[in-house]
């Protein structure tokens, strides 16, 4: 793959103590959401994007304002599996100014998480629905 | 790279991918001693190893580690053959 995409090379190195800073977002009293986007501004590997990702997770389960990043509840509808991608999703979501919360049902249950007016995806009332379906899978 | 270099810097990798500082990188660890160390975070210790050591592995090399001492010999092999091109 061209080097220019997956080591996202437009964008700034992070910082040395990308961890340490991010660990202390944890207990800090500041604008957690600004702090974040700042954090996900630059090239994250798939580590710092899952850490990032993990911290997201963390305030929004700890009830923690995450403004101004703009909520958006997206499901992923998927036949392959996608845990990798996730944490990709949400941290760079992070960058564009988006609290992203994903949605992700169990594995390959495509039809009934859609047509199931009570399943996981349903109830969850999504802001958006990602179909991401594999051809080989569609028959 | 000898081995003590590469367990070096396998400590630095195992710190980074579980967001863990206190992980020993010894010769029998594997993953039933780490908590999170899962099937998805192996692909993403893989992914990191091959990345920081600039080797490629295939997915029987892989399936046959049992411990980081059988990732180390792999990695040992593998940049050895990689200075010898």
């Known amino acids: 793959m061209n080097s ?3 080591e996202l090379q437009w964008l700034p190195r992070p910082p040395r103590e990308f961890r340490e ?5 944890e207990n800090s009293a500041g604008q957690l959401g600004r702090e974040l986007q700042s954090l996900a501004l630059h090239a994250l590997d798939v580590n710092q994007l899952t850490k990032l990702a993990k ?3 963390k305030a929004r389960a700890d009830g923690r304002s995450l403004e101004p990043l703009v909520p958006l509840r997206l499901a992923v509808l998927s036949n392959s599996t996608i845990d990798l991608i996730v944490p990709a999703l949400v941290a760079s979501a992070a960058r564009h100014g988006i609290a992203l919360e994903v949605i992700q049902p169990s594995y390959d249950q495509v039809a009934q998480e859609a047509l199931t007016p009570g399943s996981k995806v349903n109830s969850s009332k999504p802001d958006a629905v990602l179909l991401a379906l ?6 | 790279m000898d081995e003590p270099q590469i367990y070096a810097r396998l400590a630095e990798i195992f710190q ?10 010894t010769p029998e660890l594997s993953a039933k001693d780490v908590d999170g160390w899962d099937s998805l975070t192996h692909i993403r210790l893989m992914l990191t190893v091959e990345k920081a050591f600039k080797i490629k592995f295939s997915v029987p090399e892989i399936g046959k580690l049992e411990n980081v001492g059988d990732l180390v010999m792999l990695i040992k092999a593998r940049t050895l053959k990689k200075q010898l091109q």
């Open chain 1, 4 to 6: 220019l995409y997956s």
């Open chain 1, 55 to 57: 911290t997201i997770g």
């Open chain 2, 16 to 25: 980074d991918v579980f967001d863990e500082d206190s992980i020993a990188v």
């Open chain 1, 21 to 25: 800073r991010l660990r202390d977002l």
């Open chain 1, 134 to 139: 594999d051809y080989r899978a569609l028959r």
